[in-house]
């Protein structure tokens, strides 16, 4: 199977970071990869626990971390088969599959897994700031990530949404976050669980304020995407948030290569939804959390008519689940 050549590279840093070990025994297991999101970003960490857990657990399968601009980059490199897994942002999923906005066609080698967490929009700013509400980034200088990412392509709907003019910026969400620091950049989005590794790193060095993202603008948000819904982010998740904020959020599945074998499907979800599984990614990033509460999520799947991967549906089968019917 094809993966992107930096992707052992960062398979074994991040193995490395979470304590793992490979055996050169395993060398002839099936290599596959799964495609998340750069350093700064939860996918990146959320996807690279699931790397590390089925390279170490799993005899037959050996997954790599790819490192990506994000979201919408996943879906195609699932489409072309270049990545066998990957992070499954639902409103991108549901465009993907309908051939719209930035996916020029139907895709047809997209299929579902199961469920890995779900992300909130974060409006990251200096507690000393100002900046209170999304009007108030008019003329600021804001990241709105990289392109190709989820991130990039909800903060473009909401300034769109808001009616605001700013000084868009596409950096990486670790490097925003030090420029916020350094008062180079007023503002930085990032659809992400709680907490998000980036918007952890410039709440440790000084206290922030995240905008909440509701009235019209989260309304007219909710309206562009059925996979959209109201959620909040709890107070004290960071430093300098004393109240709870209000801003919208969405299901981040895994998603799966339609045309990658039954076996394999299965293997992976057996490990991912194990016991074993399950207590060792809540401790990579305990955003996987939101993830097992709506497993399987088979019904979420189905309202955007994405096909269960046959592997996957075995495995949620024999785990006592019915396929919603369609």
């Not at 916020?180 to 000084?206: E, Q, Y």
């Not at 991912?272 to 399987?296: D, I, Q």
Request: proline share 5%; with cysteine.
């Amino acid at each position: 199977m094809k993966y992107l050549k930096n992707a052992a590279i960062a398979a074994v840093a991040f193995t490395l970071a979470v304590g793992l070990s490979f055996s050169g025994a395993e060398a002839a297991r099936i290599k596959t990869s799964v495609a998340g999101a750069a350093p700064g970003a939860a996918a990146y960490v959320i996807w690279g626990g699931l790397a590390a857990l089925v390279s170490k657990e799993s005899k037959t399968v050996e997954m790599s971390n790819l490192t990506t601009r994000g979201a919408v980059e996943d879906i195609r490199l699932v489409e072309n088969g270049k990545a066998e897994f990957a992070l499954g942002v639902a409103t991108l999923v549901d465009l993907a599959l309908k051939g719209k906005k930035m996916f020029k066609k139907p895709y047809k080698n997209v299929c579902g897994f199961g469920p890995g967490t779900v992300s909130q929009f974060h409006i990251a700013v200096r507690k000393d700031s100002g900046i209170k509400t999304v009007a108030d980034l008019n003329g600021k200088r804001v990241s709105f990530a990289r392109r190709g990412s989820s991130t990039h392509f909800m903060t473009r709907t909401v300034v769109g949404l808001a009616g605001i003019k700013v000084r868009e910026e596409n950096l990486n969400w670790n490097v925003a976050a030090d420029a916020i620091k350094d008062g180079r950049l007023d503002a930085f989005t990032i659809p992400n669980p709680v907490p998000s590794p980036a918007v952890l790193k410039l709440a440790t060095s000084l206290p922030i304020t995240l905008v909440p993202l509701d009235g019209k603008v989260g309304d007219g948000l909710l309206k562009s995407n059925a996979a959209y819904f109201k959620t909040t982010i709890v107070k004290n998740a960071y430093n300098g948030v004393d109240k709870p904020v209000p801003t919208i959020g969405y299901a981040a599945w895994t998603i799966v290569g339609c045309n990658v074998p039954n076996d394999v499907v299965y293997e992976v979800a057996r490990i991912n939804f194990s016991k074993k599984g399950r207590e060792f990614l809540l401790k990579v990033h305990k955003g996987w959390a939101s993830g097992f509460v709506t497993a399987p999520d088979l019904k979420g799947m189905a309202a955007i008519n994405l096909k269960v991967h046959p592997g996957a549906a075995r495995y949620w089968k024999d785990v006592g689940n019915k396929l919603p019917m369609k």
